[in-house]
């Protein structure tokens, strides 16, 4: 019997004429010889549904358009399905037309979701079987000529392929990896068998004995792809390990290097990160060198080794920790490290510091500071430093007042700080001068003492210094500003004129545990002893300072810009601070020789004993200083009226000047400190300029040897002043929008994840340099830097002048292709500095960049393309050259 439905069939119209179906033939019931169901089915097609029972075949039923079957999770669509009733089987196909296949197989499980040209699965089993099979996981798809579905999700595949490339049933993608078997285990991992690569259909001589990749997206412990290459110490075969994720709160992972010439590394990196609470990260990268033949005079031996670690956090909205250590060897740097920045680095640094606050402007902070000068081997230590602050505070204030109604005590305002410092100071001697005092090897070669051993061995920092005054330096500051601002609004003969005005006074207090003393030796040098015990070095200045504002305005008026601001901002002060080198302080001492009788220099004003300090800090002369300056501010306005009539004008900077200086009545010559011209300006919001010049009020001697006491101001001569120094300081920026041809735009996009399993900052990583399109009618962007500087240094009669011209730019020569440079010429040496030109195209699925440093210290090339997959970028990529160091060559 045949039981035929047309039209739109469905759920309702389904249930309905299954319960008929079930009333007048019980045998159509699914459940009736297998137990194993137990849920409903639930099925509709658009266009019919046809049941056939007692047919030869079996009670059969199809739907045709639109077709979807549903059970406990389970979907199956096509354009028609087939129901095997007795033997519990769905099988589903699509159409061929005349414009292609529609209406294909889809088989969803969960996020599981596969496609076919035919589709068999067994609802009592759970078991499917599909032809010519896709599906796809993150940013990969897999093809199977045939694939299996057991009943715990797992899929075997046979005749497999994977690929990143989104290409269409018919088509084949520009690169793909195959295998005979594959096999997908509980939706997280997809094994494999021996795999080759082909390029579209040909096979390249490039395998694996197997292969597997997560299947889910997100974090996963698994095995780091390495890299593979040659350099100086022979053929490696690096950054390969193991990334383990840990838990959503921290990920650790381990890397490995090898080299056949006896070099190996190992480099783990620990994270971790509690959301407003922690984070941080902990790398180190030991290598052992070994670059050379055995029995080569210049092998080389050696350990490197880079610690870095950060971390910071927040203990409370008043308390924080953060740390920034990097305790890295020279020579890691210079010949390990593949960053550009790390090998020309000039000094390292490391901090950890811990800040709290409290009311009332109060804060402490502990902290321990590290900084090294690589060239010279010289460490400067904080361990550790503690200091105080108290915010401004008025204690006659009274609560309510303000403004006129405050008396003038009421102005008065103080702050505190401290700063205790323990210092260790590292300034290691010359080979010259250690092997001049002994310190060499057997064969003859100083002993090179680091700055870690000489902190814990007093022997080793008097050797490796020659110095005898003790490796850690205590010493204390405290210091109390007062002032007391207040403004004047009236001034006699000026009429109302806001002028503020703020005497002030500094008291500085340094406490020492040592002090110096010195003698001079019959040799003419100068010995120093250090004598225990407490110091205190109190100092201060006081002074006073006004400032005022005054507006002028210009109606002038060119097109837009109408009006002409101009701002004067002049302000003077005066300082005042004694000799604290003289006797009456106790500062200083007179310098004595061996017999114990002072030593006297004869100047111009007669014998006058040579005095020392004996702790650091002590300001010696008298000072009586005016210092002025005036800053000056030119402004306009553009006024600009939009089609609804809203005022849209804005005020515009259009230059400042600004000019200082000093006077000094206590000094005996040279009472006028150099004069401070500086202006800047930027036209049009594109160009700008900076200028700054100092000027010596002074002559030169006829020899240019010197300055003397004689003033450069000359009515006759139009002479104001002497140029010592000029700085010109331009830039402009250009950028501009092509509009871009929908067909010309790349179906793909340029973002390229790290490599591996780890999470983005692990690993070893790719430098995205294409550009990211997307959208009909995109546009693509360029710029164009342009900068210039200008010096010029006379201190004397020499004069050195340098002026360099440089150019950056960064344009698109289709949305494809990416073209970045930067050079420059200096105009004195006559000759072009550092070049560098970048040339990269995006293609589907790779990219392929080009760079080149054709001359100077750094000059290099380098070529790459690789695969967009992050999981396979460093897998599937082809760099040249290989070598990035020790032969002119720097890859990408």
């Given amino acids: 019997m045949t039981i035929t439905a047309n039209g739109d069939v469905v759920l309702g119209q389904l249930f309905r004429l299954a319960a008929v179906g079930l009333l007048l033939f019980p045998q159509i019931t699914w459940a009736q010889e297998t137990e194993s169901l137990t849920s409903p089915i639930e099925f509709s097609a658009r266009d019919s549904l046809v049941l056939h029972f007692d047919s030869g075949a079996g009670d059969i039923g199809t739907l045709t358009g639109n077709a979807t079957v549903s059970y406990e999770g389970v979907q199956l669509s096509a354009y028609s399905i087939t129901l095997l009733l007795d033997q519990d089987e769905l099988v589903a196909q699509g159409l061929a037309t005349d414009s292609g296949f529609v209406g294909s197989p889809v088989f969803s499980e969960g996020t599981e979701t596969l496609t076919g040209s035919r589709l068999a699965y067994n609802i009592a089993t759970r078991r499917g079987r599909v032809t010519e099979a896709r599906t796809q996981f993150e940013e990969g798809f897999i093809q199977a000529g045939i694939a299996k579905v057991r009943e715990d999700s797992t899929i075997f595949i046979k005749d497999g392929l994977y690929t990143t490339c989104n290409c269409g049933p018919d088509e084949t993608p520009s690169y793909s990896l195959r295998a005979r078997r594959m096999k997908v285990v509980d939706q997280k991992w997809v094994y494999t068998g021996p795999i080759q690569l082909f390029i579209f259909n040909i096979p390249l001589p490039v395998w694996l004995p197997f292969g597997f990749l997560p299947y889910q997206e997100g974090r996963r412990s698994g095995l780091l792809a390495p890299e593979y290459g040659e350099d100086e110490r022979g053929f490696f075969l690096r950054n390969w390990g193991w990334y383990f994720a840990m838990n959503d709160n921290m990920d650790t992972q381990i890397r490995f290097g090898l080299w056949t010439k006896g070099s190996w590394q190992v480099n783990p990196a620990f994270r971790y990160n509690r959301r407003d609470r922690f984070s941080g990260n902990l790398n180190v990268d030991f290598l052992h060198e070994r670059s050379g033949e055995r029995d080569d005079p210049d092998l080389v031996k050696r350990n490197n080794l880079s610690f870095r670690w950060t971390h910071n956090q927040t203990f409370s909205p008043t308390s924080r920790l953060s740390a920034n250590v990097n305790l890295t060897s020279s020579t890691y740097l210079r010949t390990v490290s593949y960053q550009y920045d790390d090998n020309v680095r000039q000094s390292i640094g490391s901090s950890i510091q811990f800040n709290r606050t409290f009311r009332g402007s109060r804060s402490i902070s502990l902290s321990m500071r590290q900084q090294q000068v690589i060239s010279t081997g010289s460490v400067d230590l904080s361990l550790p430093q503690f200091s105080f602050s108290q915010g401004t505070r008025a204690p006659f204030k009274r609560e309510n007042s303000s403004g006129q109604d405050q008396r003038w005590y009421e102005r008065l305002q103080y702050s505190v700080s401290s700063r205790i410092n323990n210092r260790y100071n590292f300034q290691p001697l010359s080979d010259e001068e250690l092997i001049a005092n002994g310190d060499t090897l057997a064969n003859g070669q100083p002993i090179d003492y680091p700055w870690y051993e000489a902190l814990l061995d007093e022997g ?76 205190a070095l109190r100092q201060f200045n006081t002074g006073a300072s006004a400032n005022t504002t005054i507006y002028g305005l210009f109606p002038v008026k060119l097109g837009q810009y109408q009006g002409l601001r101009h701002t004067v901002r002049p302000r003077v002060g005066f300082s005042y601070r004694p000799d604290f080198a003289g006797d009456t302080w106790g500062y200083t001492r007179p310098l004595l020789d061996q017999a114990g009788l002072p030593v006297v220099d004869t100047l111009a004003t007669g014998p006058t004993p040579r005095r020392y300090s004996i702790v650091t800090g002590v300001q010696s002369g008298v000072q009586k200083a005016i210092n002025f300056g005036i800053d000056n501010t030119f402004e306009t306005k553009r006024v600009s009226i939009d089609s609804t009539g809203s005022d849209q004008s804005r005020v515009l900077r259009l230059f400042t000047l600004n000019a200082s200086s000093s006077y000094n009545f206590a000094a005996d010559s040279l009472r006028m400190s150099p004069i401070r011209i500086s202006a800047r300006t930027n036209i049009l919001g594109q160009f700008s300029i900076n200028f700054s010049s100092t000027f010596s009020p002074y002559k030169l001697s006829p020899d240019g040897s010197r300055i003397v006491n004689e003033y450069v101001f000359s009515l006759r001569d139009l002479a104001i002043a002497r140029l010592t120094q000029l700085s010109v300081r331009g830039s402009m920026q250009l950028s501009g929008r092509t509009r871009t041809r929908t067909a010309d735009m790349p179906t793909g996009t340029s973002t390229m994840p790290q490599f591996g399993n780890s999470v983005p900052s692990f690993g070893t990583g790719i430098n995205n340099q294409f550009s990211q399109t997307s959208g009909a009618g995109g546009f693509e962007n360029w710029s164009l830097n342009l900068s210039f500087v200008y010096q010029i240094t006379r201190p004397q009669l020499v004069l050195r002048r340098s002026a360099t011209v440089n150019t950056g730019f960064n344009f698109s020569l289709t949305p494809t292709w990416r073209v970045r440079g930067q050079t420059g010429y200096d105009l004195e040496r006559k000759q072009i500095v550092t070049t560098t030109l970048n040339l990269s195209k995006e293609f589907e699925c790779w990219n392929m960049s080009f760079r080149w440093i054709p001359f100077g210290t750094y000059q290099s090339w380098g070529f790459n393309l690789h695969v967009k997959s992050g999981r396979l970028a460093e897998f599937l990529r082809f760099q040249q050259p290989r070598a990035e160091r020790n032969r002119g060559f720097r890859g990408i």
């Fill in 460 to 535: 080793k920092y008097q050797a490796a210094t020659g110095r005898t005054d003790g490796r850690i330096r205590f010493a204390a500051t405290h210091r109390v500003p007062i002032s007391a601002p207040f403004a004047i609004r009236r001034i006699p003969l000026l009429g109302q004129v806001r002028l503020n005005f703020s005497p002030n006074a500094n008291y500085t207090e340094d406490w020492f545990i040592t002090s110096e003393r010195q003698t001079l030796l019959a040799d003419g040098t100068t010995e120093r002893t250090t004598e225990q015990g407490f110091f």
